[in-house]
């Protein structure tokens, strides 16, 4: 089966929807959404609107930290912007919306294969995976051989032998990579909807469970469209510049 992982979507209608049909036509099967499909973005409503009618034909989907935020609402121990921020976002989402990003799981295991948000070792507390000593911590946090995850927002693959010898590279869109049996494995797909690599094409990744690969693939999109509507709609300046330079 051909698994296309997406996370990070950010409220991005446009790169969303650049992933989904470029992934459809890579031969997807099922999708696995990873978390984070509000904030940033412009179009919270139809990204999350997206995401449930994907889950209802059999998509995973697991809860970001935004989507725990806004769903919680904004707090007084946050910076002013941010709860500006989360309080647009809830206003541009239904109750059912809202209830659906509230009542996600933090992690879900399927065989050997994790998906998680963050990491496996704290999903709740939304440590970011920046290293190999990290990566390695989350491997050995669970009994899964594979873990995907999001979070940090640029492509990467880490790998931990029985041995104990780790390993990191980023990999090459278009290139599957196979995940060897004897080593476990976490793969960072990167972001759709905010890449932050200095690329603006939209990332996601392939699993093929019966060829044993995985493929990192970059999709352009039109982010001057999602730029417009970040500016359409009174959002900060600054999301729109990062939307275009990939940062």
């Known amino acids: 089966m051909k698994i296309a992982v997406i996370t ?6 446009q790169a969303v929807e650049a ?24 179009d919270p409503g139809w990204v999350v609107e997206r995401v449930r009618n994907e889950v209802a034909r059999g998509a995973i989907a697991i809860q ?39 009542h996600l799981p933090l992690a879900r295991e399927e065989g050997d294969t994790l998906y998680v948000h963050a990491n496996a070792f704290a999903p709740a507390e939304w440590a970011y995976i920046g290293g190999r000593a990290d990566a390695v911590r989350s491997l ?5 051989r594979l873990t995907f995850c999001g979070h940090v927002h640029e492509p990467r693959l880490y790998h931990l032998s029985l ?45 093929d469970t019966q060829a044993g690969t995985v493929t990192s693939w970059r999709v352009p999109y039109d982010h001057e469209a999602a730029c417009k509507r970040l500016r359409d709609e009174g ?9 275009a330079n990939g940062r």
């Open 8 to 13: 990070d979507l950010h409220a991005n209608r």
């Open 19 to 42: 992933v989904l049909d470029h992934a459809r036509g890579q031969g997807a099967q099922r999708l696995a959404f990873l978390g984070d499909f509000v904030g940033y973005g412009a």
């Open 64 to 102: 970001g930290n935004h989507d725990a935020a806004v769903a919680a609402g904004g707090s007084s121990t946050m910076r002013s912007a941010v709860v500006a921020l989360i309080e647009w976002t809830r206003a541009h989402l239904s109750k059912d919306q809202l209830d659906f990003l509230a």
């Open 140 to 144: 050995q946090a669970t009994r899964c």
């Open 163 to 207: 041995l104990g010898k780790s390993g990191e590279f980023v990999p090459t869109p278009g290139v599957p990579v196979p995940l060897l049996p004897q080593r476990r494995w976490l793969v960072i797909p990167g972001a759709a909807g905010q890449p932050r690599d200095g690329n603006p094409a939209a990332c996601y990744g392939m699993h």
């Open 235 to 243: 959002l900060p300046q600054e999301l729109a510049l990062r939307l």
